[in-house]
Structures are given as structure tokens and as C-alpha cells.
């Protein structure tokens, strides 16, 4: 099965910029999440329709490596590709670059893992076809 996800895209607010009118850093970070969100909506196991089965997604680490600003009305695509995933724990990685320039702006990385009830669960035993997409994107 291959599964051909879309590339999510965002324009920059002017309440996200700074006195330089480039993008607060802090912000990066909520556009991940964004990213990750759309993610899962593609790959049709929204967050919401997660949290209805009582199972959550833990962020365990965020990494950012910022590359070139982006500025105050620029848009940019955010890459998302599957680094690992077990079932238990998922890594992601992320480009946002430039729409407009194709210019790499800032790469990062997210670690994840997934529980219910407070206890760390398997996605494999319980959520059997969104493990499987998983899988496929490795």
C-alpha cells in the first residue's frame, strides 16, 4: 500500500513575527504541530477521533535547527517524513522551506509515544489499520 501525503502549507501572520518582522522561533514549534495534525487527518486517524478512544500522542522531544528566516506574509510547505515508528514510540522528521524560494528554512525533529489511561500502549494492538499506514510510510 503507498500512501502519498501532501506537504501542509502555511502562510506567516504578522502576530507571529517579531520586531524584525521575521517569525518568533517559539512559533515553529505550533506549526509542527499543525503539520502533525494534518498529517494524521491525511492519513485518515485524526487526533480528535484519537482522543475519542482515549488514546493520546505524548511529544517526548522536539528538535529545531533553524536554516534562513521566515518573514511576515511568506508561505511555506512543512515536510513530514516517518523516521521510525514501532507501534509504541514514532519519530518524525520535518522541512519547512519556502514556498515561494524553495529555500530550506528550519529542519526539526519530533519524538512521540502513545498511551491511554496513563500507560504507554501499542498502537499495533489497538489501532491495527493505523499501524499498518504507519508502517508503510517507513
Same mark, same amino acid.
Given at each position: 500500500?503507498?500512501? #502519498?501525503? *501532501? ?7 504578522? /502576530?507571529?513575527?517579531? =520586531?524584525? =518582522?521575521?517569525?518568533? /522561533? ?15 487527518? =491525511? %492519513? +485518515? ?8 478512544? !482515549?488514546? %493520546?500522542? &505524548?511529544?517526548? =522531544? ?8 521566515? *518573514?511576515?506574509?511568506?508561505? $511555506? &510547505?512543512? #515536510?513530514? #517524513? $516517518?523516521e521510525?515508528?514501532? +507501534?509504541?514510540? %514514532?519519530e @518524525? ?12 528554512? $528550519?529542519?526539526?525533529?519530533?519524538? /512521540?509515544?502513545?498511551?491511554? !489511561? +496513563? ?6 494492538? @489497538? @489501532? ?8 508503510? %510510510?517507513i
Amino acid at each position: 500500500m503507498v500512501i #502519498k501525503m *501532501k506537504d501542509y502549507e502555511r502562510k506567516a501572520y504578522y /502576530h507571529e513575527t517579531d =520586531q524584525m =518582522q521575521i517569525i518568533h /522561533h517559539a512559533n515553529y514549534v505550533k506549526w509542527l504541530e499543525e503539520a502533525r495534525i494534518d498529517f494524521m487527518d =491525511q %492519513l +485518515g486517524f485524526s487526533y480528535f477521533e484519537m482522543e475519542k478512544r !482515549n488514546i %493520546l500522542s &505524548l511529544v517526548l =522531544q522536539i528538535e529545531l535547527n533553524y536554516k534562513n528566516p521566515v *518573514k511576515f506574509n511568506d508561505t $511555506v &510547505l512543512i #515536510k513530514i #517524513k $516517518v523516521e521510525s515508528y514501532n +507501534g509504541v514510540k %514514532l519519530e @518524525l522528521s520535518y522541512e519547512i522551506i519556502n514556498k515561494a524560494t524553495n529555500v530550506l528554512c $528550519v529542519s526539526a525533529k519530533s519524538k /512521540h509515544c502513545f498511551i491511554s !489511561n +496513563g500507560k504507554v500502549v501499542s498502537l499495533k494492538k @489497538l @489501532l491495527p489499520e493505523f499501524h499498518e499506514k504507519m508502517l508503510s %510510510l517507513i
